[in-house]
């Protein structure tokens, strides 16, 4: 069966400070790979999504950064934090035969300070 | 522009009682999911729905997606406090792998 992680589970971090947030995936091959942010009464927001190593499309512009540097593993990153990258992080995968729908991991709570 | 419109946002209701929470949309779906999200978790997908018109299951909880796919609603027979949670709608085109969601149904069920 299919399963996927999130690392870290919550983070703290000042502002201008690195961040890595990793997401994997077992189970499966050639999955298409995506990375959300929730934040309170605003839904899902589609950050990037992935179809292969190396293939990283950006749905909005932002502070942040992605990169798949295996078939399944997708990491966000940030250069400097700002307060405003606050939320809660989901990560989620669809396979590629299926198409549909997607699943999500289980998440990371970001707090900047 | 929220493509998905879910409504109420909030509904609070005793347990053993009825409730229908509504999505809706301009657009036309390929398909149209429905998951359930607890506070701290990543959401549980419920169901997905493909056909216009189709009607599904899932013990106490019907899933129903409109006649011309633009909506779905989701109807939970006598209500228990597990049923609590943020319901989710998300919406898939044809040809694409991008999901379109709403803001969510935030439901409470009072024991």
């Known amino acids: 069966s299919q399963t996927i992680h999130q690392w870290p589970a919550t983070l703290v971090q000042p502002v201008g400070s690195p961040l890595s947030l990793e997401c994997t995936v077992e189970?499966?091959?050639?999955?298409?790979l995506y990375w959300y942010r929730q934040a309170a009464g605003r839904g899902l927001q589609l950050l990037f999504y992935?179809?292969?190593?190396?293939?990283i499309s950006s749905e909005v512009p932002q502070n942040l950064s992605a990169s798949r540097p295996q078939d399944r593993q997708f990491i966000l990153s940030s250069k400097k934090l700002l307060l405003s990258d606050s939320g809660f992080y989901l990560c989620a995968w669809i396979g590629r035969t299926s198409g549909i729908p997607q699943f999500f991991g289980p998440g990371t709570r970001l707090t900047v300070l | 522009t929220q493509l998905l419109e879910q409504s109420p946002q909030f509904l609070s209701i005793q347990e053993g009682e009825n409730l229908t929470v509504y999505c809706n949309s301009s657009s036309v779906f390929s398909s149209l999911q429905w998951y359930r999200q607890e506070p701290g978790e990543g959401p549980v997908l419920l169901v997905t729905?493909?056909?216009?018109?189709e009607v599904k299951k899932l013990k106490r909880l019907t899933f129903q997606f409109g006649d011309a796919r633009k909506d779905s609603s989701l109807h939970i027979t006598a209500a228990q406090p597990g049923d609590t949670g943020l319901y989710l709608c998300a919406g898939s085109y044809y040809g694409n792998n991008r999901l379109a969601f709403g803001k969510g149904n935030q439901v409470v069920v009072i024991p």
């Open positions: 729905v493909v056909t216009g018109g």
């Open positions: 992935s179809v292969g190593i190396g293939q």
């Open positions: 189970g499966t091959s050639n999955p298409n």
